[in-house]
């Protein structure tokens, strides 16, 4: 009889920590909904994850804003005899048929990026090479018969 008195003893003391924790504390770890928004709330301020929206807004503006003279995209451009293009700051130029001469500055020519080289007036085109034009000053180029051109950035086509 003491046996079962001791056994029983010791069980009810097993089962009460189960019976009568509290829930939420170390022995009955619950997780509550308030904790975990308390937690997200606190990763989104500090990995400012609350700016995402306004971020993929201006993204969503600069590629719907982008014109066809001064986006990211490649433009066919076509010059006829006496036609220039003439470029401004930053802009690609490659020519895919035809011939075409540099119009540089006082400042200088055109970058041919593919050679490494700077191209000054009079100096002809290179096909299929790219060059850029380092500033907005009046550079560009002249067809001396018909070119056509893959050109990125701003230009203007004067005859």
Do not use: C, W
Not at 80 to 103: H, P
């Amino acid at each position: 009889m003491k046996k079962v008195l001791v056994l029983t003893l010791i069980l009810l003391l097993a089962f009460s920590t189960v019976i009568f924790a509290a829930p939420g504390d170390t022995s009955d770890p619950i997780v509550v909904l308030s904790y975990l928004n308390e937690q997200i709330e606190a990763l989104i301020s500090k990995y400012k994850l609350e700016d995402i929206d306004d971020m993929q807004k201006q993204i969503d503006n600069l590629d719907s804003s982008g014109g066809s003279s001064s986006g990211m995209a490649l433009e066919i451009v076509e010059i006829r005899n006496g036609e220039k293009i003439i470029a401004g700051s930053g802009s690609e130029l490659i020519l895919r048929g035809g011939e075409a001469v540099i119009i540089g500055s006082e400042m200088g020519g055109i970058s041919d990026v593919t050679l490494g080289k700077d191209f000054v007036s009079g100096m002809s085109v290179v096909p299929n090479h790219l060059m850029i034009v380092p500033r907005d000053d009046g550079r560009g180029v002249y067809a001396e018969k018909y070119a056509i051109f893959m050109v990125r950035g701003s230009y203007k086509v004067v005859k």
